[in-house]
């Protein structure tokens, strides 16, 4: 009876997240809390997870991609604040970092930087407000060779 009460369990859990993923790509922690909320075990939550995760219907290393992707687009945070954002929904770091060097070529960087400076309304007026200016890119995470081409614009 036990092992008909898990098998049911299972399936149902199972079931809630393939929703879950249809509505939306989901990372591993959020799928788990989500399934949790909806009363699953740990240990049922865990499995299905799991197995999603085998099958590549869950997958981190996508959901940053394709995360990552969407806000390039709009542009305006820095490397930082990307890698910041994605670590708090629960992905590894070198998962995060991974997907940030292949997102951001120089081009798409050199765009970044641009958009970030209008977000914070940042325009450097002298030679060193400009000095200043590239330390703070730089502590945002920003690269030296995209800051180089910035500062030839």
Request: charged letters at 30%; a positive charge; aromatic letters at 6%.
């Given at each position: 009876?036990?092992?008909?009460?898990?098998?049911?369990?299972?399936?149902?859990?199972?079931?809630?997240?393939?929703?879950?993923?249809?509505?939306?790509?989901?990372?591993?922690?959020?799928?788990?809390?989500?399934?949790?909320?909806?009363?699953?075990?740990?240990?049922c939550v865990q499995?299905?997870?799991?197995?999603?995760?085998?099958?590549?219907?869950?997958?981190?290393?996508?959901?940053?991609?394709?995360?990552?992707?969407?806000?390039?687009?709009?542009?305006?945070?820095?490397?930082?604040?990307?890698?910041?954002?994605?670590?708090?929904?629960?992905?590894?770091r070198d998962v995060?970092?991974?997907?940030l060097k292949a997102?951001?070529?120089?081009?798409?960087?050199?765009?970044?930087?641009?958009?970030?400076?209008?977000?914070?309304?940042?325009?450097?007026?002298?030679?060193?407000?400009?000095?200043?200016?590239?330390?703070?890119?730089?502590?945002?995470?920003?690269?030296?060779?995209?800051?180089?081409?910035?500062?030839?614009?």
């Amino acid at each position: 009876m036990i092992a008909l009460q898990q098998a049911r369990e299972l399936k149902g859990c199972e079931q809630a997240a393939l929703r879950l993923v249809a509505r939306a790509e989901q990372t591993v922690y959020g799928l788990s809390r989500k399934l949790e909320q909806k009363g699953y075990s740990a240990s049922c939550v865990q499995a299905v997870v799991s197995r999603l995760s085998e099958l590549g219907i869950v997958s981190d290393s996508r959901y940053a991609e394709l995360w990552l992707n969407s806000r390039l687009t709009l542009g305006g945070n820095s490397p930082r604040r990307l890698n910041a954002a994605l670590c708090s929904k629960g992905i590894d770091r070198d998962v995060v970092s991974a997907a940030l060097k292949a997102a951001l070529n120089l081009e798409k960087e050199t765009f970044l930087i641009r958009r970030f400076l209008e977000k914070k309304r940042l325009l450097p007026e002298s030679d060193a407000a400009r000095r200043s200016l590239r330390q703070t890119l730089r502590d945002e995470g920003f690269s030296l060779k995209a800051l180089d081409v910035w500062e030839g614009d």
